[in-house]
């Protein structure tokens, strides 16, 4: 067997993801002020330049932002890959993404081509760092593991929406010009959705379900097939939405088969958690679940009226993906508070559940729940957005106040 | 299955222990504490028994063979001194009827031995499987032993 690259390792620095997990409720708070100064009628139209800067604080800075974090976490264990050791690499990384995403969204929002195109180059440069950086020994990793082959397939189409991004971006700032601009945005999209962040979303689900809760495995068949049928959505979509824009619903329905099968499973394995005790983290599973099954039943509600499109974006963007990966890092920061802090050899630590309060956690739950509702609703009912955009700065807010006080106990320890 | 008899003995064990501890954590939620007493003492010995079979049986024969004592065997015995003290404080937690702290230590074992597990299962079991196979039967029966 070959084993090298295998590492029973600690995994990087604690900064390393914290870094990026702590500027993610900054994301948030800056996506809610923003909410504040788009108007309604901007908000429906995807390709309007303001909504895509919206979308971007939002996807780049929040959902990638914790994604890249917890890849720098996760590579080490879940696949025996080594990163993260460059502390100098990684602060690269982090600095000009967190440049990129401003840039580019500031750029689009205020429509200034020179700011978009700093932006745009930006973020290229750190993505590309980034996947370089990964690359080689996650496609290299041993792939018995239940998670590898989705994170290897995710980490593959991230390098697609990283050159499309570019692309499109280019376009938009008139340096090249396209007549396919919305179909290349659409493989985009439905790339960066289903390949990038879906893939991983479920690669990682797959160990840490059975893992953080102590329930049955996923069933090898969900696990062998799952990449597939992402890869057969994906493909589907990008012939069907050139060619055959007519017969775009066999794409998604094969989708939907995907979506259906990880929330029953996902669900089922919850229900038959061996541990009794419901924290704040399941209930933040089981709303992902939730609004992942409501935007799957939107989308085909589309059909009936275009503006479950965009509500089925929003169920599945905020809804499913926002929820789940707060609910992750809630189990995460405090594991990692502990793990670092008992690697030094203290055992006289406070446990898990010491590092954040709970109650705390339940509030900013609670409070982001209202915010999704509300969000949905504020597409109908337009004046309550500004609620929705109020919530949300508490609940961006609240998060990272509990984010920070648990930091604060790590510091507390190793002082 | 041939040439995986170490990696299935011991991942099943580590689901017998998980299995224990979630059922003492049930009586815990129940406030049934003289009950989850003897849960958390059954659990222990599970446990105590698990990291024996692999400290005292696999480990130093997979060292052998591999010629290494610094490598994956060295992160885990650290990992097993880790769980022991958790173990320690978990036991203090419930004798004291101490139901939040005892809920706090049982998550953060719970979460750190699987991962711990994670790595055994998917890195160290596999090698074991594959350094040790002519010895594997011999090696299972000798760690049920135990």
């Given amino acids: ?415 | 299955m041939m040439g995986q008899d170490i990696s299935i003995y011991l991942t099943e064990d580590h689901r017998h222990c998980d299995m224990l501890l979630a059922q003492a954590e049930e009586l815990v939620v129940d406030k049934k504490f003289d009950s989850a007493v003897k849960a958390i003492s059954e659990y222990i010995d599970a446990m105590m028994n698990h990291l024996n079979r692999e400290e005292d049986i696999l480990f130093p024969i997979f060292e052998e063979r591999t010629g290494s004592t610094s490598g994956p065997t060295e992160v885990m015995r650290m990992e097993h001194e880790q769980i022991r003290a958790l173990i320690l404080q978990l036991t203090d937690a419930i004798k004291a009827n101490d139901e939040r702290k005892f809920f706090g230590l049982s998550e953060t074992l719970m979460i750190y031995i699987q991962q711990h597990n994670s790595k055994e299962e998917q890195m160290l079991y596999m090698m074991a499987d594959q350094h040790l196979a002519d010895i594997s039967a011999q090696l299972v029966a000798k760690m049920k032993d135990i």
């Fill in chain 1, 1 to 415: 067997m070959n084993t090298s690259g295998l590492s029973l390792d600690q995994g990087p620095n604690i900064s390393v993801p914290f870094r990026f997990f702590f500027t993610a409720p900054i994301f948030f708070l800056l996506f809610a002020l923003a909410l504040f100064f788009i108007t309604d009628d901007t908000l429906l139209s995807r390709f309007d330049a303001q909504t895509v800067g919206l979308v971007h604080l939002f996807t780049l800075g929040v959902l990638s932002m914790i994604m890249i974090g917890a890849l720098f976490q996760m590579l080490p264990v879940l696949m025996g890959v080594t990163v993260g050791g460059n502390k100098n690499l990684v602060t690269a990384i982090f600095i000009i993404f967190i440049i990129g995403i401003v840039s580019f969204s500031i750029g689009l929002f205020l429509q200034v081509k020179s700011t978009l195109l700093v932006g745009t180059v930006a973020l290229f440069i750190a993505f590309f760092l980034f996947l370089l950086h990964i690359s080689k020994d996650v496609f290299l990793a041993d792939r018995r593991g239940k998670s590898v082959l989705l994170m290897q397939f995710s980490i593959a189409w991230l390098w697609i929406v990283l050159f499309l991004g570019l692309y499109l971006s280019l376009v938009r700032i008139g340096i090249i010009d396209t007549v396919f601009y919305e179909q290349l945005a659409n493989v985009h999209i439905v790339i960066a959705l289903f390949g990038w962040t879906f893939a991983l979303i479920i690669g990682v689900s797959f160990t840490v379900v059975p893992m953080f809760y102590v329930t049955p495995e996923y069933t090898p068949g969900c696990r062998k097939t799952m990449p597939y049928i992402l890869f057969t959505t994906i493909v589907s979509f990008i012939v069907t939405n050139f060619f055959f824009p007519n017969l775009n619903f066999i794409s998604e329905l094969i989708a939907s088969q995907a979506v259906v099968m990880y929330a029953y499973q996902t669900i089922k394995r919850l229900k038959k958690r061996r541990r009794p005790i419901a924290d704040v983290t399941v209930s933040y599973w089981k709303s992902a679940i939730f609004f992942l099954l409501i935007s799957l039943l939107f989308w085909w509600l589309g059909y009936i009226k275009e503006l479950f499109y965009t509500l089925s974006f929003v169920s599945f963007a905020f809804g499913f993906l926002g929820s789940l990966l707060q609910g992750m890092l809630y189990k995460i920061i405090p594991f990692l508070v502990w793990f670092h802090l008992s690697a030094t050899g203290n055992f006289n630590i406070p446990n898990i559940k010491e590092v954040i309060d709970e109650e705390d956690m339940w509030v900013q739950f609670w409070l982001y729940q209202i915010f999704v509702f509300l969000f949905l609703i504020s597409f109908q009912i337009t004046t309550i957005k500004i609620i929705a955009a109020s919530i949300l700065v508490i609940s961006s807010l609240s998060l990272l106040k509990n984010f920070l006080l648990g930091w604060g106990v790590y510091k507390s320890f190793r002082s």
